[in-house]
């Protein structure tokens, strides 16, 4: 439970904060990380301090769904250089980011799930491209995991607000 718990919060980080560090492999069909990438899914909700950014329950568990459905090809973009490189840039820059979401989420307008999509995609556009070159592959794969979480939420949501937000984000990025 503890270790779901862990792997859930560094994946929602990953995913609002980074285009690296969302593609953690499943645990029951992965091969061991290297030492940076287990650095990265420990650590990663710590470098981004964020005090006002909320993250709907909806939009964690479709995020970590998708996470854990993760081919073994997508896996591979896991690598210690990756990781690295990704974790030397949360560390400089996590408390930008943080910053960045908070001011956006208290400037949106709407519901929580409007809000979270909005900031989302602008702080993702304004600190993605950022991002060390040697994490692409991450970036890859964490793009296919953001757009697919974000289309089950479209198709999903009652709220007909929450819909377009979620549609807007799946393609915002």
Request: positive net charge; hydrophobic residues 45%.
């Amino acid at each position: 439970m503890a270790l779901r718990h862990t792997l859930r919060r560094t994946v929602l980080a990953a995913a609002v904060l980074s285009a690296s560090v969302l593609t953690v492999p499943s645990p029951a069909h992965a091969a061991p990380l290297p030492p940076a990438c287990q650095d990265a899914l420990l650590k990663t909700l710590d470098k981004f301090p964020v005090t006002y950014f909320t993250v709907p329950e909806k939009a964690k568990n479709a995020l970590f769904d998708e996470v854990g459905a993760l081919s073994e090809a997508d896996q591979e973009a896991f690598t210690q250089p990756a990781c690295t490189a990704w974790n030397n840039w949360a560390t400089a820059n996590g408390q930008a980011v943080a910053t960045d979401l908070d001011n956006r989420y208290q400037k949106a307008a709407g519901g929580v799930c409007v809000k979270f999509a909005a900031t989302s995609v602008g702080t993702l556009k304004k600190f993605a491209p950022q991002i060390p070159e040697k994490t692409r592959g991450l970036e890859k794969v964490a793009k296919k995991v953001w757009q697919n979480a974000m289309g089950k939420l479209s198709a999903q949501a009652t709220n007909a607000d929450c819909r377009k937000a979620y549609d807007g984000a799946k393609a915002g990025w």
